[in-house]
């Protein structure tokens, strides 16, 4: 979330409100493509660039790790972010941003401090997505985690998710091991569940 919540907003305000048509031309099938590559690509594009990255600057890493695995979350719900944030940004009527003009504000304060709070609705919606899309991932960070089912210390050490646990264990898991990776299961849809839920309530309150 820290990573990716904050770059794809700006993305998703520069591509609507900033980015010359030339640009944009390019940037936006880029975007969509990125939402179309699969989850073992983008494994195998942190294995080959994060890890390796995060051993460099951390020595004492062996660089699969969290933060690893959130460095290549954040990357991958970008394009939901972004798409969706840009959608609700250029929904907004002009009004909003004219009023702000009229008022004397430059074009930056005005797309910033008028169109924006007006798509926060939908960019909110943009970001529940692109956590649920992190919540259910699990080849990707199977590959760049360390996988190693333990309570990480730290941001530098392995680590096993939920999804990435019930992958791995479900083909051998039998009787009271098998209903622990069903209640695992349980635990993932219900936490999804009170997120989609907190967006409701959140979208009501925006409307009011």
């Known amino acids: 979330i820290v990573v990716g919540v904050p770059i794809g907003i700006l ?19 880029a975007v969509e493509l990125l939402a179309g590559i699969p989850s073992v690509v983008y494994g195998f594009f942190g294995l080959v660039v994060i890890v390796p990255l995060i051993r460099n600057l ?31 940004i250029r929904a907004v009527p002009e009004t909003y941003y004219e009023g702000g003009l009229a008022l004397g504000a430059s074009h930056e304060r005005s797309v910033f401090f008028a169109t924006l709070p007006a798509a926060k609705s939908g960019i909110l919606a943009g970001v529940i ?17 360390g996988n190693q089912p333990r309570m990480p210390a730290g941001l530098l050490k392995g680590v096993r998710t939920l999804t990435s646990n019930i ?42």
């Open 11 to 29: 993305t998703a305000v520069f591509m609507a409100k900033f980015c010359p048509k030339g640009l944009y031309r390019f940037l936006k099938p």
């Open 58 to 88: 951390f020595p004492n890493s062996k660089g699969t790790s969290m933060l690893a695995a959130s460095l290549l979350l954040g990357i991958m719900i970008l394009p939901t972010i972004i798409g969706v944030s840009e959608s609700a």
């Open 129 to 145: 997505l692109g956590i649920g899309r992190a919540i259910g991932e699990t080849m990707a960070v199977i590959m760049v985690a």
């Open 167 to 208: 992958v791995m264990e479900m083909g051998y898991a039998a009787d009271l091991h098998r209903e622990a990776l069903i209640a695992t299961a349980v635990v993932l849809f219900v936490f999804i569940l009170l997120i989609n839920l907190l967006f409701s309530v959140l979208k009501r309150r925006t409307n009011e």
